[in-house]
């Protein structure tokens, strides 16, 4: 199985910061990388696909960058919002495996 | 609209079988993977399985396999989640999920499914 390894796990940033989360594969799986939004009691939500590419709908201050083994979910501006949890999740192969998530919180 | 309505709250003990399940709607039903998540109390998601409607070819996590079956009808665009024999570590909330071809993301989600397993 491939392993996904997110960093940090948790984070507090203030509304306005921009944010950084890294997930890490143990092997290379070129772009296939997706990322979810999961807020408290509710089922996740895809932001990201493909590494890059933003799910219809969700805000553009989402993005995300990478390939290979190394990716990042940045958030510019961050707003009350965005307050959640978040997860990476490959899509190279079966089975497919999540991050164990990132939490973020408020200041 | 395309939505997933999972079936509600289940409550049973330890050795009880469970069937949950899953319908689709608002797509061509038979045209997408239809997956499960379990995410544990407090936990993170983890990916358990997933069918093809249109013909039932079924993949499970080798976490899973031989734990739990996966089903199918495509008659009513429903999937199903089923258990032989609970046990307490199956309290969860499950999840099921679209997904299209290859190697693209889960797109929708269902509301998920609290099962609770306690004597």
């Known amino acids: 199985d491939i392993q996904m390894t997110q960093s940090p796990s948790s984070l507090s940033a203030s509304v306005g910061d921009r944010v950084t989360i890294t997930c890490r594969a143990s092997q290379s799986i070129s772009s296939y990388l997706n990322w979810y939004q999961q807020k408290p009691g509710k089922a996740p939500k895809l932001l990201i696909y493909?590494?890059?590419s933003l799910q219809s709908g969700v805000p553009s201050r989402f993005s995300g960058s990478g390939s290979g083994t190394d990716f990042t979910l940045t958030i510019t501006s961050l707003q009350p919002e965005d307050f959640a949890t978040y997860y990476c999740q490959q899509s190279y192969s079966i089975p497919r495996t999540f991050g164990q998530g990132t939490k973020v919180e408020i200041k | 609209e395309v939505q997933l309505v999972q079936s509600g709250a289940e409550v049973k003990k330890p050795g009880e079988s469970l069937k949950i399940s899953c319908k689709g709607s608002g797509y061509s039903f038979t045209s997408y993977w239809i997956g499960w998540v379990r995410q544990m109390p407090g936990k993170g998601l983890e990916w358990m399985g997933i069918i093809y409607p249109d013909d039932s070819d079924t993949r499970y996590s080798p976490s899973f396999q031989g734990q739990v079956t996966i089903s199918a009808d495509k008659s009513i665009s429903t999937a199903y989640l089923q258990w032989s024999s609970l046990k307490a570590s199956d309290t969860a909330m499950y999840y099921c999920?679209?997904?299209?071809?290859?190697?693209?993301?889960?797109?929708?989600w269902g509301q998920g499914t609290l099962v609770t397993v306690s004597s």
């Open positions: 999920v679209r997904q299209d071809s290859g190697w693209l993301p889960f797109d929708y």
């Open positions: 493909a590494a890059s």
